[in-house]
């Protein structure tokens, strides 16, 4: 029985591949995608895993085992941390004015909402009502071409709506806070003010396609290391673009290990209070990809 829940908010800095092995249409290596929507996703397991090898250096093993349960004999007892699937909250498209959106869709915002709900947790804000086939939520001028907003190649009628204050809310929650001391460099400063303007609510299906056929494909070969010529590939990778939001649900129990006794709610404490800011989510490591910002939102031992 999970006693406490939060949500790690995952900013995408450099694109994401969490791949779903050999793919049979255009992309060769697809990305991770929900079965029903199409989504991309990122699985529980593979964060799990990655926030387990962040944490190693942080946690005495005893501790490592308790929460993210034992690597050497997993019989003797379970994890007390669970980890749901990360899923895209924000998607950024190009604009024709304003450089790129950050989009989604009522359906990706009740999701969102529904997950807070389940872990008890305020959302200062209502999920608005879908806009028409046409049309496209947006807030100010920032986004509007004229009399259209143009996202990518398609054309949508603007429809003021008050998207600010949910810009508002996430860039509070989800993106990296000012820094505390004096002197340092308020890195997102930025993307905070920004998503008050650049928010926009598309239909459900224009959103899905845009999920499905706008992520960045990146062309790879090998190279033989004597001759510098090919070796292998042509391959193409599908990966998450830059300033793409996530959001993964997280649960606790208490401990189940005899020689660690931490209750649920000081199980996420240790876990938001490692340092993570920033981690190395997904493949292709070696070559500066996967590079994601961390933000927790609830689940604090009060």
Same mark, same amino acid.
């Given at each position: 029985?999970?006693?406490?829940?939060?949500?790690l908010? /995952?900013?995408?800095?450099?694109?994401l591949?969490?791949?779903?092995g050999?793919g049979?249409?255009?992309?060769?290596l697809?990305?991770?995608?929900?079965?029903?929507?199409?989504? =991309? /996703?990122?699985?529980?397991?593979?964060?799990?895993?990655?926030?387990?090898?962040?944490?190693r250096?942080?946690?005495?093993?005893?501790e490592?085992?308790? /929460?993210?349960?034992?690597e050497?004999?997993?019989?003797?007892?379970?994890?007390?941390?669970?980890v749901?699937d990360?899923?895209?909250?924000?998607?950024?498209?190009r604009?024709?004015a304003?450089?790129?959106?950050w989009?989604?869709?009522?359906?990706?915002?009740?999701?969102?909402?529904?997950?807070?709900?389940?872990?008890?947790?305020?959302v200062?804000w209502?999920?608005?009502?879908?806009?028409g086939?046409?049309?496209?939520?947006v807030?100010?001028?920032?986004?509007?071409?004229?009399?259209?907003?143009?996202?990518?190649e398609?054309?949508?009628? =603007?429809?003021?709506?008050?998207?600010a204050?949910?810009?508002a809310?996430?860039?509070?929650?989800a993106?990296?806070?000012?820094p +505390?001391?004096t002197?340092?460099?308020?890195?997102y400063?930025?993307w905070?003010?920004a998503?008050?303007?650049?928010?926009? /609510?598309l239909?459900?299906?224009?959103?899905?396609?845009f999920?499905?056929?706008?992520?960045?494909?990146?062309?790879?070969?090998r190279?033989k290391?004597?001759t510098?010529?090919?070796?292998?590939? =042509?391959?193409?990778?599908?990966?998450?673009?830059v300033?793409?939001?996530l959001?993964a649900?997280?649960?606790?129990?208490?401990?189940?290990?005899?020689?660690?006794k931490l209750?649920?709610?000081?199980i996420?404490?240790?876990?938001? +209070?490692?340092g993570?800011?920033?981690?190395?989510l997904?493949?292709?490591e070696?070559?500066?990809?996967?590079?994601v910002a961390?933000?927790f939102?609830?689940?604090?031992?009060?």
């Amino acid at each position: 029985m999970f006693e406490a829940s939060s949500i790690l908010f /995952i900013y995408v800095e450099t694109p994401l591949h969490a791949g779903a092995g050999r793919g049979l249409g255009a992309v060769d290596l697809p990305l991770q995608r929900e079965r029903a929507t199409g989504y =991309p /996703i990122v699985q529980g397991s593979g964060l799990k895993g990655c926030l387990r090898a962040a944490a190693r250096s942080k946690l005495q093993p005893t501790e490592l085992d308790a /929460i993210f349960g034992p690597e050497q004999d997993p019989s003797e007892h379970a994890g007390a941390l669970a980890v749901g699937d990360a899923r895209v909250l924000l998607f950024p498209v190009r604009s024709l004015a304003g450089v790129f959106a950050w989009t989604t869709s009522a359906h990706a915002l009740a999701r969102f909402y529904r997950e807070a709900a389940m872990a008890n947790l305020p959302v200062a804000w209502s999920v608005p009502a879908a806009p028409g086939d046409d049309e496209a939520l947006v807030s100010g001028t920032a986004l509007k071409a004229g009399d259209s907003v143009v996202f990518e190649e398609f054309s949508f009628k =603007p429809k003021d709506a008050a998207l600010a204050e949910i810009g508002a809310w996430i860039a509070d929650k989800a993106l990296l806070p000012a820094p +505390n001391k004096t002197g340092q460099t308020d890195e997102y400063s930025y993307w905070r003010a920004a998503l008050r303007t650049k928010l926009s /609510i598309l239909p459900e299906d224009d959103f899905r396609d845009f999920l499905q056929y706008a992520t960045e494909v990146q062309t790879h070969v090998r190279l033989k290391r004597e001759t510098k010529t090919v070796d292998e590939g =042509p391959w193409t990778e599908e990966s998450l673009p830059v300033d793409t939001l996530l959001y993964a649900p997280l649960m606790s129990s208490r401990s189940r290990s005899e020689r660690v006794k931490l209750t649920a709610k000081e199980i996420l404490w240790k876990l938001q +209070n490692l340092g993570l800011a920033r981690l190395q989510l997904g493949g292709d490591e070696t070559t500066g990809q996967g590079m994601v910002a961390l933000r927790f939102y609830g689940g604090e031992v009060k």
